[in-house]
Antibody
Framework: QLQLQESGPGLVKPSETLSLTCTVS??????????WGWIRQPPGKGLEWIGT???????FYNSSLQSRVTISVDTSNNQFSLKLNSVIAADTAVYYC??????????????WGPGTVVTVSS | SYVLTQPPSVSVAPGKTATISCGGD??????VHWYQQKAGQAPVLVIY???DRPSGIPERFSGSNSATAATLTISRVEAGDEADYYC???????????FGGGTKLTVL
């Protein structure tokens, strides 16, 4: 059974860089039909897609965050990571990593990590 | 950018049927995916490709997609179905994931 787990600092200062890692277990990050995504949810609000990566390194980013986001993959450790720079208070959220299944031109998230709370505050 | 519109809230009595809509431009041409998120938990996929159900999801959950909107239907609603529900599509024009704003389902 595929499992994902987010890890990283729970508190980040304004203007600094938020860095999170997602560790995948129970399956290979190099699976052909699997993409890997980051999604966030500010307190009391809805889901916001941040970006997606394939094991080859191909990425898709939310255009509203693209200038500040980098997603990378480490196939040797079955992990992928998120970096969001120049953070502000509005970046405070629960951050989720998820497997993004791809089939017939569609992408959807079929396995999620439990989420990690990141607070931006001095 | 592509926008998905959901009602903020839906209320239903136990044992009745709940319907949650998801509107978008030409949505019938897209595969719509639905997630259930209970309080304090990560989302769970309940419907994919508009009407397919992952293993482990009760048959009470079903989905459809038409020219006007995609719909998530929950039959014989139980107290445990109380949650936020989100629809999602892939916008292939710009390679973006798009989520609807979410609908809070309240079981009366």
């Amino acid at each position: 059974q595929l499992q994902l787990q987010e890890s990283g600092p729970g508190l980040v200062k304004p203007s600094e860089t938020l860095s999170l890692t997602c560790t995948v277990s129970g399956g290979a990050i190099t699976s052909m039909s699997s993409y890997w995504g980051w999604i966030r949810q500010p307190p009391g609000k809805g889901l916001e897609w941040i970006g997606t990566i394939y094991y080859s390194g191909r990425t898709f980013y939310n255009s509203s965050l693209q200038s500040r986001v980098t997603i990378s993959v480490d196939t040797s450790n079955n992990q992928f990571s998120l970096k969001l720079n120049s953070v502000i208070a509005a970046d405070t959220a629960v951050y989720y990593c998820a497997r993004q299944a791809y089939s017939y031109g569609e992408y959807y998230f079929d396995s999620w990590g439990p989420g990690t709370v990141v607070t931006v505050s001095s | 950018s592509y926008v998905l519109t959901q009602p903020p809230s839906v209320s239903v009595a136990p044992g009745k049927t709940a319907t949650i809509s998801c509107g978008g431009d030409n949505i019938a041409s897209k595969g719509v995916h639905w997630y259930q998120q209970k309080a304090g938990q990560a989302p769970v996929l309940v419907i994919y490709y508009s009407s397919d159900r992952p293993s482990g999801i009760p048959e009470r959950f079903s989905g459809s997609n038409s020219a006007t909107a995609a719909t998530l239907t929950i039959s014989r609603v139980e107290a445990g179905d109380e949650a936020d529900y989100y629809c999602q599509v892939w916008d292939s024009r710009v390679n973006h994931v798009v989520f609807g704003g979410g609908t809070k389902l309240t079981v009366l």
